[in-house]
């Protein structure tokens, strides 16, 4: 294939691209491979001509059908010509014309008669092109030519033949299959190539099979296998088998790990990294079974080839989020590698070190890093951001220094991608460290006076609108702020409005001095603007008084909207002006559509600003939102805790629902998210049926069913229970779908009249102390314990049996309680015989517990455990024991 190169101009520090093909046009080349029709074929320039069809191809130029066929017909002229190059061209023009059933008749023979050439590249290439071309039918008349191929003494050939049966497994499976003995005998091969394409076409033949594929690598493990490329493909399949034996075999018995073993010690260096990669990748893998592939990776850093450099710190940096404790023994050579030439290793080395680092060496990252960062890009850069937050959070105690690394990098140039990578971190650790907090939101201000990004801008005074009053000394945020005003385009001036009436709501103290700024804004010149400013001059009361009591003027600034937003702006379009002003109440508070999305993928990053739904605190406030809409649970009180939503269907079934559970101080809310995925059907009056007799504590109060489900569009129907106040009740409940299906015409989409009641069984869905347990972190937990009264300590020792491992057991704990994990004590090493976890949360009725919990093992694997537990109230700490004991 002919492609553009690059030509580099000495007296240029840029480099100009240039191609020969630059400006060719499809008609006149067209117009040129008339030369394919001249009795004396001059083979260079038909070379030529081809070369640029495919040039033309390969960019996306379409050609017409006549345009094709003709071509065809011509090329097929080439095959009188003798030369060895425009012959292999040829090839090439007829795989990409992809030519019709009825065409690729004209050209079968030539191409049958170059697979019997004595050429043998002729026979390898006529091989490639006709299983390109051809059916089914065609296919079974050259098979015997096809499996003599396979085992041919020629490499080239040998390998054609193989790479053509991985293609046509995809389209005539059964064929393929019968050429098992040629290919089993292909992949004792001794040349390298058709061992490699014989042992990849051996195991798509047999991948459907288990047992097949496990004889298959039994076989080949003891040596018989000499290529490289061969080596590797076999230890990926390895690495398969090992996978999917790994839940039938006994405890410390994994097959095949000598071999895997063994390849760390082989001459080619792409079959000791596979071999490495393979080991690092297992499930459940210990400390002794990685010491040897983190050795080799740990060499391959020290390499004078990039390829092997990357290839090893990738790899080091997927272990280290799993085993950091197992790569620090790199530490020192991945230090080196900060100041690569390679951008991509230099990024990999930083964070992988910034995952193994102490909170000692914090510092000491910090400076090698403030240097690297003005070298490479705004990719590379926002992936060290990320890193730099995880470890924050990690080591919150080194809130301080890492803050301020991210202020200096804020200041510098960079893209929007950037920048907000950097404010989303800020806005995190300011969310999850408290003492952080101030300092963050200084940090933040500072940004806002250079900011060049409107979105940015107003993203920050929002989130410094909530946070701001709540500091200790607010008034110093207000000069930020209203510089906004002054010197910003309307959008940030018309947020930084709102902003500083947040700030007049929250602080009395501030209120006159608000008022004075509110006013300058009543001359702005933009409406938006002196809107806002009249709306909260009003609201807050300097003017006639509007606003009611201070707590109304703090739900209007502060609380959620009352009313589905879909809704109130249709009501809005929907509205005609006269002399009746619009009223709110008349906005139906039923929610139609799904108002966010349910289905989260796992592992999504933490959400900084702009992404409200992925964060805690702001999927509460999304689902507050909705819940208070609805007004047969507005008794209820506020909403303590939603969970993730749970799947209570299998995947591609008739009727997809996923419940969340709500969680209030003496009421549990289920919403049953419902979706109906066949296009002929409308359900009405859609509901949940639940048996709360496996439930003993909770009793139904109310059920809010779903007038309408049409197809493919979300809806909801919740049912919702009362529970003793304040007490972790538990249960299991039993759920089934209810509704009247009505059939839809496909033509007219309209529904039948008449209905058929149906139900559909679901999935069961439990209540567990977990669930009355809010994850909130503390950045120092020493302090916070000290803190806490001694006599609401509670301390217990449990023997919990045997175990597989001290990890196993930690998690098992933090699931059971759902707390969070402080200052990185989730982490255990892998040999440790001893380990302390320290966990931290808000129980149901908003009263703060810290845990700190000691686990031992011994040497026949018995895990004893030793709970302490504090709290804001006694009877909460024996609640958490009691949980523990029932766990």
């Known amino acids: 294939m002919a492609q553009p190169f690059v030509k580099k101009d000495d007296d240029l520090d840029e480099e100009e691209e240039y191609s020969p093909f630059h400006g060719i046009e499809k008609g006149a080349v067209l117009q040129e491979a008339r030369v394919f029709h001249d009795p004396q074929l001059d083979a260079r320039r038909c070379s030529q001509v081809i070369t640029k069809l495919l040039y033309l191809l390969n960019q996306g130029e379409t050609f017409t059908k006549v345009e094709a066929t003709e071509v065809f017909f011509a090329v097929t002229k080439l095959f009188q010509s003798k030369d060895t190059v425009l012959r292999r061209m040829v090839y090439l023009m007829i795989k990409e014309l992809s030519p019709s059933a009825d065409e690729v008749i004209i050209v079968t023979s030539s191409l049958m008669k170059d697979m019997n050439s004595k050429t043998d590249m002729y026979r390898a290439n006529a091989i490639r092109v006709l299983c390109r071309i051809i059916d089914g039918t065609l296919l079974t008349q050259i098979e015997r030519y096809l499996k003599q191929a396979i085992v041919d003494k020629n490499p080239v050939v040998a390998s054609a033949a193989l790479v053509s049966g991985v293609h046509l497994l995809q389209t005539n499976p059964e064929i393929v299959k019968r050429w098992s003995n040629e290919v089993q005998e292909a992949v004792q091969s001794r040349a390298a190539l058709v061992q490699f394409h014989a042992l990849a076409l051996l195991h798509q033949i047999r991948q459907n099979d288990r047992l097949a594929v496990s004889k298959l690598v039994t076989s080949l493990t003891k040596g018989s296998v000499r290529s490289p490329l061969a080596q590797c493909l076999l230890i990926r399949y390895t690495n398969q088998v090992i996978r999917e034996s790994s839940s039938n075999a006994q405890a410390g018995e994994r097959p095949f790990f000598d071999y895997l073993e063994s390849c760390l010690r082989h001459k080619a260096e792409m079959v000791v990294f596979e071999a490495a990669r393979a080991i690092t990748e297992l499930n459940g893998v210990t400390s002794r079974e990685l010491t040897p592939a983190i050795t080799v990776l740990q060499l391959f850093l020290s390499s004078s080839k990039p390829v092997l450099r990357f290839a090893a710190i990738r790899t080091l940096n997927k272990v280290a989020s799993t085993h950091p404790l197992a790569v620090t023994n790199c530490n020192i050579d991945m230090e080196s590698l900060i100041s690569d030439q390679n951008r991509s290793i230099a990024t990999l080395a930083i964070t992988t070190l910034l995952k193994t680092g102490n909170e000692s060496s914090v510092d000491r990252l910090m400076k090698q890093i403030t240097n690297f960062m003005s070298d490479i890009a705004d990719e590379f850069k926002i992936v060290v951001v990320e890193a730099i937050r995880s470890l924050c959070l990690k080591f919150p105690l080194k809130y301080r220094s890492l803050m301020n690394f991210l202020s200096n990098i804020l200041r510098e140039e960079g893209g929007f991608d950037y920048k907000k990578a950097i404010v989303d971190s800020i806005v995190i650790l300011i969310r999850d460290i408290p003492d952080a907090k101030e300092i963050g939101l200084f940090h933040l201000c500072e940004f806002i006076e250079d900011c060049e990004f409107t979105y940015l801008s107003t993203q920050i005074l929002h989130f410094l609108g909530n946070e701001g009053p709540k500091t200790s000394d607010p008034s110093k945020y207000i000069r930020y702020i209203y510089n906004r005003v002054i010197l910003e385009n309307a959008t940030v001036r018309a947020c930084a409005v709102s902003t500083l009436a947040k700030f007049g709501a929250m602080v009395d103290s501030l209120k006159p001095r608000i008022f004075v700024l509110l006013r300058r804004c009543l001359f702005d010149g933009d409406d938006e603007v002196r809107?806002?400013?009249?709306?909260?001059?009003?609201?807050?009361?300097?003017?006639?008084?509007?606003?009611?009591?201070?707590?109304?003027?703090?739900?209007?600034?502060?609380?959620?909207?009352?009313?589905?937003?879909?809704?109130?702006?249709?009501?809005?379009?929907?509205?005609?002006?006269?002399?009746?002003?619009?009223?709110?109440?008349?906005?139906?508070?039923?929610?139609?559509?799904?108002?966010?999305?349910?289905?989260?993928?796992?592992?999504?990053?933490?959400?900084?600003?702009?992404?409200?739904?992925?964060?805690?605190?702001?999927?509460?406030?999304?689902?507050?939102?909705?819940?208070?809409?609805?007004?047969?649970?507005?008794?209820?009180?506020?909403?303590?805790?939603?969970?993730?939503?749970?799947?209570?269907?299998?995947?591609?079934?008739?009727?997809?629902?996923?419940?969340?559970?709500?969680?209030?101080?003496?009421?549990?809310?289920?919403?049953?998210?419902?979706?109906?995925?066949?296009?002929?059907?409308?359900?009405?009056?859609?509901?949940?049926?639940?048996?709360?007799?496996?439930?003993?504590?909770?009793?139904?109060?109310?059920?809010?069913?779903?007038?309408?489900?049409?197809?493919?569009?979300?809806?909801?129907?919740?049912?919702?229970?009362?529970?003793?106040?304040?007490?972790?009740?538990?249960?299991?409940?039993?759920?089934?779908?209810?509704?009247?299906?009505?059939?839809?015409?496909?033509?007219?989409?309209?529904?039948?009249?008449?209905?058929?009641?149906?139900?559909?069984?679901?999935?069961?869905?439990?209540?567990?102390?977990?669930?009355?347990?809010?994850?909130?972190?503390?950045?120092?937990?020493?302090?916070?314990?000290?803190?806490?009264?001694?006599?609401?300590?509670?301390?217990?020792?449990?023997?919990?049996?045997?175990?597989?491992?001290?990890?196993?057991?930690?998690?098992?704990?933090?699931?059971?309680?759902?707390?969070?994990?402080?200052?990185?004590?989730?982490?255990?090493s892998s040999n440790s015989k001893s380990h302390t976890c320290l966990l931290s949360g808000i129980f149901v009725g908003n009263l703060k517990v810290l845990v700190r919990v000691s686990f031992g093992i011994d040497g026949s694997k018995q895990v004893a455990m030793r709970l302490a537990v504090r709290s804001e109230d006694p009877e909460i700490s024996d609640k958490i024991h009691e949980i523990v004991a029932e766990g």
């Open 531 to 828: 809107d806002r400013a009249t709306l909260y001059l009003n609201t807050l009361g300097s003017d006639a008084s509007i606003g009611g009591t201070d707590e109304d003027v703090k739900d209007f600034l502060f609380g959620p909207l009352d009313v589905p937003l879909v809704n109130l702006e249709t009501s809005l379009r929907n509205y005609e002006a006269s002399d009746i002003p619009f009223d709110i109440y008349s906005v139906p508070r039923e929610v139609k559509s799904q108002p966010l999305a349910e289905k989260k993928a796992p592992g999504k990053k933490a959400a900084g600003l702009g992404a409200p739904p992925s964060g805690p605190t702001s999927v509460v406030d999304a689902y507050e939102k909705l819940l208070s809409s609805i007004p047969e649970f507005s008794s209820f009180g506020k909403l303590f805790k939603s969970s993730s939503p749970v799947e209570l269907t299998e995947a591609e079934t008739e009727y997809s629902v996923n419940a969340v559970k709500h969680i209030f101080d003496g009421h549990v809310v289920f919403q049953y998210n419902c979706t109906n995925t066949i296009p002929e059907q409308l359900l009405e009056m859609v509901t949940v049926f639940v048996d709360a007799s496996e439930a003993e504590d909770f009793s139904e109060v109310v059920s809010k069913p779903l007038r309408t489900l049409p197809y493919d569009s979300p809806g909801q129907t919740f049912v919702a229970f009362e529970k003793p106040e304040s007490v972790p009740a538990t249960g299991k409940f039993s759920n089934l779908l209810k509704f009247v299906v009505k059939e839809v015409d496909p033509a007219t989409g309209e529904a039948e009249e008449d209905g058929v009641e149906d139900e559909y069984q679901l999935e069961d869905l439990e209540i567990v102390a977990a669930d009355y347990m809010l994850k909130v972190g503390v950045s120092n937990f020493k302090n916070a314990w000290e803190s806490m009264d001694p006599d609401s300590e509670r301390i217990d020792e449990y023997g919990l049996g045997v175990k597989e491992s001290l990890a196993e057991t930690v998690t098992a704990v933090i699931d059971i309680l759902g707390m969070q994990p402080c200052e990185g004590t989730e982490v255990v």
